[in-house]
């Protein structure tokens, strides 16, 4: 059983666009903006085209290309992180099987939640976003644990192990 990303890829969405000079916002003055129906949110397309097209924000879009690289290398980083995680979870899910533990360990996550906020503010990241985090990866990882233990403690249950 694989998740389907589908709706994450390709959200259904009605979008317009607008280059009306009224509005006070400066996208509206140098670029098209586009809006979703479905969610009020608006998105403009910053690319290479858009600087020809409007050289007064020539510099500012070759600063957002430049964090644009540090953010590509961030992601691919978390990603390769994430996977190493998810293959150690799916291991302790195998041995919590074999041993007959339950997928939780309410203990281990009050550590863990009390250990990430206190990283994350002397790091400076808003504390909301690391339990946000926690919540997410910790929530996975035990629905793994239960689908191998439903499975009676077979890891080839998920499709990937991780
Ligand atoms: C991985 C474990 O199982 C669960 C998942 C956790 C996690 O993803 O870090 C933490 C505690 C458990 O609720 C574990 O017990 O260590």
Not at 29 to 36: C, F, K, L
Not at 53 to 61: K, L, S
Not at 64 to 93: C, M, P, W, Y
Request: glycine share 6%.
């Amino acid at each position: 059983m694989s998740a389907d990303i589908s709706g994450w890829r390709k959200p259904v969405r009605t979008i317009t666009e607008s280059n009306d000079q009224t509005g006070a916002d400066v996208t509206d003055d140098v670029e098209a903006v586009a809006t979703n129906h479905d969610t009020d949110e608006r998105s403009s397309t910053i690319d290479s085209a858009a600087a020809r097209e409007h050289p007064e924000v020539a510099e500012t879009v070759a600063k957002i290309k430049s964090l644009r690289k540090t953010i590509d290398n961030i992601d691919g980083a978390v990603i390769h992180l994430l996977a190493e995680r998810f293959k150690a979870t799916s291991q302790v899910g195998v041995l919590k099987a074999e041993a007959g533990f339950a997928p939780a360990d309410y203990k281990r996550e009050d550590y863990q939640i009390e250990r990430l906020q206190r990283i994350a503010k002397d790091a400076g990241l808003d504390p909301n976003i690391a339990e946000m985090y926690r919540e997410f990866v910790v929530t996975e990882a035990k629905k793994r644990h239960k689908r191998i233990a439903d499975a009676g403690g077979d890891p080839g249950v998920l499709d990937v192990f991780a």
